[in-house]
Structures are given as structure tokens and as C-alpha cells.
């Protein structure tokens, strides 16, 4: 089945600086993928549309300078999180979708991140 | 996209079957029904989806009403690892097409 990973699983970092999480579809090749971040006892929330070789499309509210995606391969999407603070602090979830009939969207196993 | 509503947790005994039901009664003719779930801290995993007809693979069965306005997800056999949060989501095919969670339902499955 297609196969979605991500890297780190988990990072912790002091306020301030920056963090990147990479997103990989191991299995197939993703034109378009999206960024997700889950608070804690909250459903997963859309963050971004990323769409291989163009900008990324923005949710109401999140802002972009804050979060840099970047889809520069069409396995590869990274998310930056410029001078996080401790509010940033969440569950960070990346989807693929495997062109097709379909378009299906495969989740990885998300990324936890904790700002000091 | 259109909204669903679901019941916000249940509970069913380990081996009987679980029957998860969703109502989506806007839905739109070219809309699809997906199922995902999430177990605690990972990602949500894909279950199944339909159209209108009704759908069975190795983990799950989806029955979708005549005038597509609920679906049922059906685990015949619940196990102990089915305890999850199961999203109910419509979703149009396109490659950008976005996936809405709410708030699904919890399901726990007991010894």
C-alpha cells in the first residue's frame, strides 16, 4: 500500500528557533499534499495545500511567513516553523495524495513538536 | 465541501460487530464518502470510501443509504486495536480536494 513518512517523529526545541519536518511518500509520487496540525483532544486541522513546484495554498489564519512549506520533489514536502514559540507546540500531520481514479490521501505517522 | 454529523462515541464488546453511522444528507451528487480512523497519537489511517454503491474490503464494510444522506461503517469483528476515533468525511475526487475532519466518534472496544 502507499506509504507515507515523516521525519522527525518527535523534536523539541527552545523558543525561537526554527524547526523543519520533512514529508515522504515512499511508495509513489505526490503532485499535491497537505499539512495538518492537531492540538491536544482536537481533530486535525488543514493547514496548507502543497502542490509540487508552486506555492503553497494557505487556510484562513495560518500564516505563511510562519510556516514555509516547501514542495520541491514530488516525494518530498517540508514544513519550517520559523522562531517557534510555545504555542506552536502541536501534533504535525502531512498527507500525500496517490494520483488516480481517486485521488486518495495517505497520512503519515505525524510529527510532535514541543516548544520550550 | 459538506459537512457530516456523527454521535460523538460508542461502545461495542470485542468480537460482535461495530456499526458506526454517519449522516451527511447535503452531500452532493459527485461527492465521495470516506472513511478514516485515528489511534492515539498517530496518523489517521484510510479505511474505505463509496460513492453509492455499497463497499467491503479487509477492514471494513460501507453502506451507504439509496439517497446517499447516512452511511454505516461496519467492522464485522471489533478487536481490542479498532479502539479509535473513526472519521466519517465527503470528499470530492480531485487531486486538491481537501479532507474536512470533525470531530468523529470514538469507539471503544471492550474485553
Known amino acids: 500500500g502507499a506509504v507515507v513518512s515523516q521525519h522527525p517523529s518527535w523534536v523539541i526545541c527552545k523558543s525561537g528557533t526554527s524547526v523543519k519536518i520533512e514529508c515522504r511518500s515512499l511508495?509513489?509520487?505526490?503532485?499535491?499534499m497537505f499539512w495538518y496540525r492537531q492540538f491536544p483532544k482536537q481533530s486535525l486541522m488543514l493547514m496548507a495545500t502543497?502542490?509540487?513546484?508552486?506555492?503553497?495554498?494557505?487556510e484562513q489564519g495560518v500564516e505563511k511567513d510562519k510556516f514555509l512549506i516547501n514542495h520541491a520533489s514530488l516525494t518530498l514536502s517540508t514544513l519550517t516553523v520559523t522562531s517557534a514559540h510555545p504555542e506552536d507546540s502541536s501534533f504535525y500531520i502531512c498527507?500525500?495524495?496517490?494520483?488516480?481514479?481517486?485521488?486518495?490521501?495517505?497520512f503519515g505517522p505525524g510529527t510532535r513538536l514541543t516548544v520550550l | 465541501d459538506a459537512k457530516t454529523t456523527q454521535p460523538p462515541s460508542m461502545d461495542c464488546a470485542e468480537g460482535r460487530a461495530a456499526n458506526l453511522p454517519c449522516n451527511h444528507s447535503?452531500?452532493?451528487?459527485?461527492?465521495?464518502v470516506y472513511w478514516y480512523r485515528q489511534i492515539h497519537s498517530q496518523g489517521p489511517q484510510y479505511i474505505i470510501h463509496?460513492?453509492?454503491n455499497n463497499e467491503t474490503n479487509e477492514m471494513a464494510s460501507l453502506i451507504i443509504t439509496e439517497d446517499r444522506k447516512s452511511s454505516t461503517l461496519i467492522l464485522p469483528h471489533a478487536t481490542l486495536r479498532d479502539t479509535a476515533v473513526y472519521y466519517c468525511?465527503?470528499?470530492?475526487?480531485?487531486?486538491?480536494?481537501?479532507?474536512?475532519f470533525g470531530k468523529g466518534i470514538t469507539l471503544s472496544v471492550r474485553p
Open positions: 498527507s500525500a495524495v496517490q494520483a488516480g481514479v481517486y485521488n486518495e490521501q495517505f
Open positions: 511508495d509513489f509520487q505526490a503532485t499535491t
Open positions: 502543497s502542490n509540487e513546484g508552486s506555492k503553497a495554498t494557505y
Open positions: 447535503t452531500i452532493s451528487g459527485n461527492e465521495y
Open positions: 463509496g460513492l453509492k
Open positions: 468525511i465527503v470528499r470530492y475526487s480531485g487531486a486538491n480536494s481537501k479532507l474536512t
